[in-house]
């Protein structure tokens, strides 16, 4: 059956600065047709935007399919799609198949940049391809270093592929804000967004006791 004709008639997704992460009610027992349609119909009520992780580290041939699905079930509901490609974890890469885990050697990049593209294909509307960057920059300098020959080349491959998607990174607060790394997306060069994770309540008891410059420095970039 189509994707139509599971769906059936999808509702308007929501205008608003709003969106979910993708994550079905019954993941842990077993995700079926019916729990995606949900998610997607209870996202669309939300607001206009649902996000995917991609885990570079298990990637395969299913895990794409399976992405290139609920991409075109989030359009079904006439929802953007906002991709984000996980690649690094405690400041290093983590690649498929056994290759290593650094960006210092070729078949790792190149294998990275082969799967960004193929992600990008699928021609979301904003890809993330290295979320948290700055912890790589913080705490694997070298690896950041390395990573940043990479970046520049994907970046305009990737506009070549999808014009219209919005390629960049996001950072995590705690560092942007408390190593004042305000600079480093002017290291990596091109974007079209700077993403932000926030974990405030790791900092400040309540919302009361953040500083208005908290948030003032990742607005004014």
Same mark, same amino acid.
């Given at each position: 059956?189509?994707?139509?004709?599971?769906?059936?008639?999808?509702?308007?997704?929501?205008?608003?600065?709003?969106?979910?992460?993708?994550?079905?009610?019954?993941?842990?027992?077993?995700?079926?047709? !019916?729990?995606?349609?949900?998610?997607?119909?209870?996202?669309?009520?939300?607001?206009?935007?649902?996000?995917?992780?991609?885990?570079?580290?298990?990637?395969?041939?299913?895990?794409?399919?399976?992405?290139?699905?609920?991409?075109?079930?989030?359009?079904?509901?006439?929802?953007?799609?906002?991709?984000?490609?996980?690649?690094?974890?405690?400041?290093?890469?983590?690649?498929?198949?056994?290759?290593?885990?650094?960006?210092?050697?070729?078949?790792?990049?190149?294998?990275?940049?082969?799967?960004?593209?193929?992600? !990008?294909?699928?021609?979301?509307?904003?890809?993330?391809?290295?979320?948290?960057?700055?912890?790589?920059?913080?705490?694997?300098?070298?690896?950041?270093?390395?990573?940043?020959?990479?970046?520049?080349?994907?970046?305009?491959?990737?506009?070549?592929?999808?014009?219209?998607?919005?390629?960049?990174?996001?950072?995590?607060?705690?560092?942007?804000?408390?190593?004042?790394?305000?600079?480093?997306?002017?290291?990596?060069?091109?974007?079209?967004?700077?993403?932000?994770?926030?974990?405030?309540?790791?900092?400040?008891?309540?919302?009361?006791?953040?500083?208005?410059?908290?948030?003032?420095?990742?607005?004014?970039?």
């Amino acid at each position: 059956m189509s994707l139509s004709g599971l769906v059936g008639a999808a509702p308007v997704a929501k205008n608003t600065p709003f969106g979910v992460t993708f994550t079905t009610a019954n993941f842990q027992r077993g995700v079926t047709i !019916a729990d995606q349609i949900d998610t997607f119909k209870n996202a669309s009520q939300v607001g206009s935007t649902i996000m995917f992780v991609y885990l570079w580290g298990t990637s395969n041939a299913t895990e794409l399919n399976n992405l290139g699905t609920r991409v075109a079930m989030a359009r079904q509901f006439g929802l953007k799609v906002f991709i984000q490609f996980s690649s690094v974890a405690r400041g290093k890469p983590t690649p498929p198949d056994d290759l290593p885990e650094t960006w210092t050697r070729a078949e790792t990049r190149d294998r990275y940049v082969q799967d960004v593209i193929q992600v !990008a294909r699928l021609k979301p509307d904003y890809l993330n391809v290295s979320p948290e960057v700055n912890i790589m920059a913080y705490f694997q300098p070298d690896e950041f270093d390395a990573f940043k020959g990479i970046y520049p080349n994907l970046y305009t491959k990737l506009k070549s592929i999808t014009p219209a998607t919005r390629v960049g990174l996001s950072y995590l607060d705690l560092l942007w804000v408390g190593r004042d790394q305000a600079g480093l997306p002017d290291e990596l060069g091109a974007r079209d967004f700077i993403g932000i994770t926030t974990y405030p309540d790791n900092v400040f008891g309540s919302v009361a006791e953040i500083p208005a410059a908290w948030y003032g420095l990742i607005r004014s970039a």
